[in-house]
């Protein structure tokens, strides 16, 4: 018997891709007349923060949402020129957004609500303390801080300071996520009991200078911290989030990590993480590579009574396919593709507004919990594969 093969496409505008039918995603939206606006201040002017800008400056109605918007309002950096130099190239030149030669000046600037934070790693605590501090809210990049540590200090001084904070995991908020979830949820394919994901990336480790934050263990170098967000966030979705498993922390963890002789950091990392303290026994096999070019497997999520296989590259993915077994063999076989104009960084900013706007302090999507999560697994991998910062790096420990 042949099996059956659906295919269904999310695109904005719909009309771009008129053979798509059927499916059709809309942003969660109270009725409202005008959009709340973000005013944003961007910290420092990498490759990371100039995606972002890009994505942000994206008319939110090209993806269907009307009820939040979002202006750019200064940008800080730590020359002034390069500051200027990011608003002409990533803002149009926009007159009306501050060049500031630090990130003080962001922090003190009345015309912002909101800081996005896209510092190397093992800055993101202080910078994002000083924001918390300056009664901003913050979007912080992956991953959020060093440690578990230095997130827990960060949470407890944004409640203290009545500000909203969560880590820029982009991927969770774009509507592949949110559908992916859904089916997941859903009971169709009955219980998660594995997953396989990896993000591997060659970093030309041997043409970079060894101060080069992907290197320097002093800027949390290495493909853990890096890469590992990604294959990791996958897990957090369909096992951590999963109904049956009750908010339970992973019972146990595992890692092994492949140092690269340059600088001592990471270059290979494998990690398992396990879930089986309440209702889910189930398993995540995870692993990034710094030395592997684009080696994209994407992600394998495997139920009782079927799987959803994830494109690559598993941060941004465009499509997933649902198969639906009996025993070995695939009876339904659906995939599902998502277009929309600009690149997906612009969902999570879109979260960030309409917790801001609700007077929240976490997203219900990528909740504080989900972060530290993160970060525990993180500390313990780096733990068994004894990758230790520098002193001082940390700041809380
Ligand atoms: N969400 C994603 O998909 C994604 C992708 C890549 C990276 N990231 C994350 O974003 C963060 C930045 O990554 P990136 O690739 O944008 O890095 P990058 O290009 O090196 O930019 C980092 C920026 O931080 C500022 N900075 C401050 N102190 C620094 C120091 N000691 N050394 C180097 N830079 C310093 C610099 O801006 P100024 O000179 O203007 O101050 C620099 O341009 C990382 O935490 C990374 O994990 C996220």
């Given at each position: 018997m042949p099996i059956e093969r659906i295919y269904i496409g999310y695109t904005n505008?719909?009309?771009?891709?008129?053979?798509?039918?059927?499916y059709h995603y809309s942003a969660p939206q109270p009725v409202m007349t005008k959009p709340f606006i973000l005013r944003w201040g961007i910290i420092s002017t990498g490759r990371i923060a100039n995606c972002f800008v890009t994505d942000l400056l994206v008319d939110p109605e090209t993806r269907d949402v009307t009820d939040v918007a979002h202006n750019v309002t200064a940008v800080g950096s730590r020359s002034v020129q390069s500051a200027e130099k990011f608003i002409a190239e990533?803002?149009?030149?926009?007159?009306?957004i501050k060049a500031y030669g630090s990130y003080a000046g962001v922090f003190a600037d009345?015309?912002?609500d909101a800081v996005y934070i896209a510092t190397p790693h093992t800055l993101h605590y202080e910078n994002a303390l000083d924001a918390i501090k300056a009664k901003k809210h913050v979007l912080c990049e992956?991953?959020?801080?060093?440690?578990a540590a230095e997130l827990r200090s960060l949470l407890a001084a944004a409640k203290e300071h009545g500000v909203f904070f969560m880590e820029a995991l982009w991927t969770r908020f774009q509507p592949l996520t949110l559908e992916v979830k859904k089916i997941s949820e859903s009971g169709v394919l009955g219980a998660p009991l594995a997953l396989q994901a990896d993000l591997s990336d060659d970093f030309q480790l041997n043409e970079i200078?060894?101060?080069h934050r992907a290197l320097d263990p002093a800027l949390g170098g290495g493909a853990l911290l890096d890469l590992g967000p990604y294959p990791l966030i996958w897990a957090i979705l369909a096992?951590?989030?999963?109904?049956?498993?009750?908010?339970?922390?992973?019972s146990n963890v595992s890692g092994t990590m492949l140092k690269t002789p340059?600088?001592?950091?990471?270059?290979n990392t494998s990690f398992t993480v396990t879930f089986a303290k309440r209702e889910l026994a189930a398993q995540a096999i995870l692993s990034c590579n710094m030395?592997?070019?684009?080696?994209h497997t994407g992600a394998v999520i495997r139920y009782e009574k079927g799987m959803i296989t994830i494109a690559?590259?598993?941060?941004?993915?465009k499509s997933f396919t649902v198969q639906y077994l009996e025993g070995n063999k695939v009876t339904k076989e659906e995939t599902r593709q998502f277009e929309y104009v600009g690149?997906?960084?612009?969902f999570q900013a879109d979260e960030v507004a309409r917790c801001v706007r609700d007077g929240k302090?976490?997203?219900?999507?990528?909740?504080h919990d989900k972060s530290l999560v993160e970060m525990d697994v993180f500390d313990e991998v780096r733990r068994q594969g004894n990758y230790k910062f520098p002193p001082g790096v940390e700041k809380v420990v």
């Open positions: 505008p719909p009309q771009y891709i008129p053979a798509f039918t059927g990533y803002a149009k030149g926009d007159k009306s009345p015309n912002v992956k991953p959020v801080t060093s440690n200078p060894k101060t096992l951590y989030e999963h109904p049956y498993n009750q908010g339970a922390a992973p340059l600088t001592g950091v990471d270059c030395n592997i070019a684009s080696y690559a590259p598993i941060y941004c993915p690149t997906g960084w612009h302090s976490e997203s219900s999507l990528w909740g």
